[in-house]
């Protein structure tokens, strides 16, 4: 028996010392053809570049408010132009048939008014001493505020009229029915109510609009001369005091994107700036791409430019957005100690109790040109193998 238990005791030595033999000319020839580095945790950022064009802070559009002619164009794109400066001159046969309609409309409106006012007040003496009943009295109200209501109406379209055109010397809002001479003279006197004059909304600079101001999608580059509709939007008031830039972002990076976030602006046409933004929109609906993956569309605002600045950088300009992305720590190791294996991701890692290399399945995270990010299975501190 004992002769046995010695034989059993001899074997499993042996085993152990022929194991620890091989094991430790297994790891040193591992560690001879390859490099075994400690892994640790290390601040991981990177940063996204996109490009775009220079545009506007905000736009407003201007439009042309009757069908007509441009008789003339008071400035040129480009130029910089006050609130209420004059921007277009434009002849409209439409517009003057309309004004005419709006003037008689007024005018009808305000006397259907007075005669209403007229009988409510009378019909208020009458019911104060009960000569009319409370349903009589009740009728006269409702029929003076509907005639005040059609009054202010008529009055609010005739005076967005009145603000296109330029007449003097006669006031459209004292006329009265009875005023027939006068109502005559001012329907087939006033050359100047077919001539409408269309002033900028706002101060800042002219620009061509872009297609998307459009309701139509169409755009005309407007001259003198040319024939234009209701509705065409003949130039956009663009404010440059500040930029905005519209990028477009891959599926995989618009989730690392949050609204406030600091953005810089380059450009090739401005070398000596580097412009401090922000993102102001993101769009959280993909678009289709012409490389068949999807893209959301992302806003891009500088709030300020100074005035060597606006010199510089004009609108239409080529720019690049670069965008830093930070993670905080990260366990990062070299790209060449991850390899596949059935179509998956390892690391080889060193056993910390056995001493032994052993093939770990991981999780891949963000990559550089040379590391990658390892979002599970490896600890700071591990070894692991890495191949000359």
Known sequence: MMKQFLKITA????????????????????????????????????TLYYSGVVQPLKTVVVTAFSDGVIENMAFHYGDVVKEGQLLFSISSEKFQTDYKVALMQYIKAKTDFVNNKSQMQESEFLHKNQLISDDDYKAKK?????????????????????????????????????????????????ENT????????????????????????????????????????????????????????????????KMGQKVEVTGAAFPNFTLEGEITAIDRQGHSAQSGLPIFPVDVTVLHLSTA????????????????????????????????????????????????????????????????????????????????
């Open 194 to 257: 077919g001539r409408l004059h269309l002033l900028s909304p706002v101060s800042g600079v002219v620009l061509l609009p872009n297609k998307d101001d459009s309701a139509d999608g169409e755009l005309k580059n407007v001259m003198q001369g040319d024939q234009v509709k209701q509705g065409d939007v003949l130039a956009v008031i663009g404010d440059t005091s500040g930029l905005k830039i519209h990028i477009n972002v891959s599926e995989f990076n618009i989730n690392q994107l």
């Open 309 to 388: 600045e606006q010199d510089v950088i004009h609108m239409g300009m080529s720019a690049k957005v670069a965008i830093l992305i930070e993670n905080g720590d990260q366990i990062i190791v070299p790209i060449q100690a991850v390899f596949q294996k059935n179509g998956q991701s390892y690391v080889k890692v060193e056993d910390k109790k056995t001493g032994a290399f052993r093939d770990v399945l991981v999780t891949t995270g963000q990559t550089t040109l040379d590391s990658v990010v390892i979002e599970s299975k490896i600890s700071a501190g591990e070894n692991i193998v890495l191949p000359h």
């Open 11 to 46: 074997s499993i030595f042996v085993l152990c010392v022929f194991y620890g033999g091989f094991h430790h000319h297994y790891k040193k020839k591992i560690e001879k053809n390859n490099h075994v580095i400690t892994v640790a945790s290390h601040p991981f950022s990177r």
């Open 142 to 190: 409702i029929n003076y505020y509907n005639a005040q209501l059609v009054m202010i109406e008529a009055r609010d379209a005739l005076d967005r009229m009145m603000k296109q055109i330029d007449l003097r010397g006669t006031n459209m809002y004292d006329l009265n029915i009875e005023d027939v001479d006068k109502i005559s003279h001012v329907l087939h006197t006033e």
